[in-house]
Structures are given as structure tokens and as C-alpha cells.
């Protein structure tokens, strides 16, 4: 079956602007959860939906922001972006045994 | 969440036998041991979890010290495409599908 994809693959915005990045799990994955990966952070968690409701929440700026359709599709919005944004987005899906076994690829945002 | 402590870097050889290991000796009673591994430039895979016994999968083997506050990774004959970072992370999952990322093992595997 096909793997968790995300789009885009690469994006370049500039300082103010806001993004929005896309995450379809593996099909029948209710839970998609969302990571940042920085050089100097690592991998960190952002938040994650169940069902179309956000379950858990790390902790970041309100500026960054989620969602999930009911195909269990989801997305993750930052507003007014700022240079430390760069990173690399990850998200994951899991199903009904609930551990984390499906990464995508990510998504690699760069603000100039 | 429970902390861990790895080695920040790890270096072997080709097809010889690798052993990664992990402190977490605040983990709760409920907490799985999972191991993730990141190779270059691809997101976190996922290699193996368990809880008490040691479990053994295609990839690799977790042996899991009887108290429970240790752990390690076993790749039996290791190869170039190991080389990466990584993980321990004990968790169960309840309520939400969260992993706890501290900063792993890099492991070199040399030709």
C-alpha cells in the first residue's frame, strides 16, 4: 500500500508570509501527527488529530496551526513566518495498533 | 515523558555485529521501549518496540535489561545502509500518538 506523502516536497517563502502543508496518511490511519526538525532543536513534536480533532499539542507559537478532513487528510498552517521556521516538516500516521510506524518523507521550508 | 541517555556517536564495521544502547531509567511501568531510526536525508523509520522480553524482527533484536531501565539494539551484521541515527524512545501511546525525540546515536558503519 502506498506510504504517508506530503506536499510540497521543498518551499521557499519569504519572512511575514504564511504556508500551508499537506499530509495524506496511509489509508485507514486515523491519527496523523506533525514534527519539526531543526539542526539545532532535532525532531520535535508539533500536534496531532485523531478523527478531525487535535489530541495533543507541543509546544509552539499559535502561529502554527493544523487541521484534519474527515478523509483523515491533514494539514498544518504557519502564519507570519519567521527565518527560524526553516526546518524540515514530518508527519506521521498510525492505525489501530497505535504506534508510530509511517513517516513521510517531509517537507523542507525554507524562509529567506 | 520518560528521559534517555544514548552515546552521541557510534562508529563499526561493516557486517560485524552492532550493539546500541539506551538508559531510561525514569520509564514508567506502561511504557514501551521503541526504537526509530533516521537515515540521511529521509524521516524517522521505525525499527522495533517491546516491553519486558527481548524481541527479534528482520531488522534487528532489542534486549531489555530486567529492571527495565535500560536497553539495547542489536544489528547483527551491520551494513552501509545502517548508518544513521538513532532513537530510543520509551512511550505507550495512550491518548495520543506522540514521540519524544532526544538527540540519538549516530551510527558510522565503515566499508
Known sequence: ?112 | DAKTTQPNSMESNEEEPVHLPCNHSTISGTDYIHWYRQLPSQGPEYVIHGLTSNVNNRMASLAIAEDRKSSTLILHRATLRDAAVYYCIPTNFQGAQKLVFGQGTRLTINP
Not at chain 1, 34 to 48: I, V
Not at chain 1, 63 to 77: A, D, K, T, V, Y
Open chain 1, 1 to 112: 500500500k502506498a506510504g504517508v506523502t506530503q506536499t510540497p516536497r521543498y518551499l521557499i517563502k519569504t519572512r511575514g508570509q504564511q504556508v500551508t502543508l499537506s499530509c495524506s496518511p496511509i489509508s485507514g490511519h486515523r491519527s496523523v501527527s506533525w514534527y519539526q526538525q531543526t539542526p539545532g532543536q532535532g525532531l520535535q513534536f508539533l500536534f496531532e488529530y485523531f478523527s478531525e480533532t487535535q489530541r495533543n499539542k507541543g509546544n509552539f507559537p499559535g502561529r502554527f496551526s493544523g487541521r484534519q478532513f474527515s478523509n483523515s487528510r491533514s494539514e498544518m498552517n504557519v502564519s507570519t513566518l519567521e527565518l527560524g521556521d526553516s526546518a524540515l516538516y514530518l508527519c506521521a500516521s498510525s492505525g489501530t495498533s497505535g504506534i508510530i510506524k509511517y513517516f513521510g518523507p517531509g517537507t523542507r521550508l525554507t524562509v529567506t
